[in-house]
T-cell receptor, first 115, second 110 residues
């Protein structure tokens, strides 16, 4: 596709349920990022991949959050035992990974609501 | 880690006037400073970026300035139009990871 695609667009989960959020980056983009955006706030960094390698996961808020990108393309963010504070928009972004072209292209996001 | 502060949180201007949004950052190693525009319910989109070896960059009605000594950078929008109304985010870091500010909601009044 032409842009970063995320699915589902909306997800309602009962507290304690596990969820999986998918990101399809722009083809050929080496870098992939996950951000969490609470209502009225800026995106907060969660984790970063270069190809299949997860180089930085310092932003993951707890060990309930897990991200993978096994083949260096599609990525999945998994949240186990969801809590109400996990409610937010989860944004994925991809980038070509060059000093000359560092623009990160964002997906539409997945709005997660934990009830 | 990096800490980015952004001001003001809301800004209203008359159509045709200029708008200025200011950000400060804490990590002197940061060398990449993008600005994103996010319309309601939509994804953030890059509007302009600047690197630490440049003090100013301009693209039509949008300009960004960077003062590395003071660790602050600013976005300037001239001749504002109603379609400029959105939330604007600054960010600072490297091309592997950036930290975002909390956003400025810009309203351009026709």
């Amino acid at each position: 596709g032409a842009g970063v695609s995320q699915s589902p667009r909306y997800k309602v989960a009962k507290r304690g349920q596990d969820v999986a959020l998918r990101c399809d980056p722009i083809s050929g983009h080496v870098s992939l990022f996950w951000y969490q955006q609470a209502l009225g706030q800026g995106p907060e960094f969660l984790t970063y991949f270069q190809n299949e390698a997860q180089l930085d996961k310092s932003g993951l808020p707890s060990d309930r959050f897990f991200a993978e990108r096994p083949e260096g393309s599609v990525s999945t963010l998994k949240i186990q035992r969801t809590q109400q504070e996990d409610s937010a928009v989860y944004l994925c972004a991809s980038s070509p990974w060059t000093e000359q072209n560092t623009e990160a292209f964002f997906g539409q996001g997945t709005r997660l609501t934990v009830v | 880690g990096e800490n980015v502060e952004q001001h003001p949180s809301t800004l209203s201007v008359q159509e045709g006037d200029s708008a200025v949004i200011k950000c400060t950052y804490s990590d002197s190693a940061s060398n990449y400073f993008p600005w994103y525009k996010q319309e309601l319910g939509k994804r953030p989109q890059l509007i302009i970026d600047i690197r630490s070896n440049v003090g100013e960059k301009k693209d039509q009605r949008i300009a960004v300035t960077l003062n590395k000594t003071a660790k602050h950078f600013s976005l300037h929008i001239t001749e504002t139009q109603p379609e400029d109304s959105a939330v604007y985010f600054c960010a600072a870091g490297g091309y592997q990871k950036v930290t975002f500010g909390t956003g400025t909601k810009l309203q351009v009044i026709p």
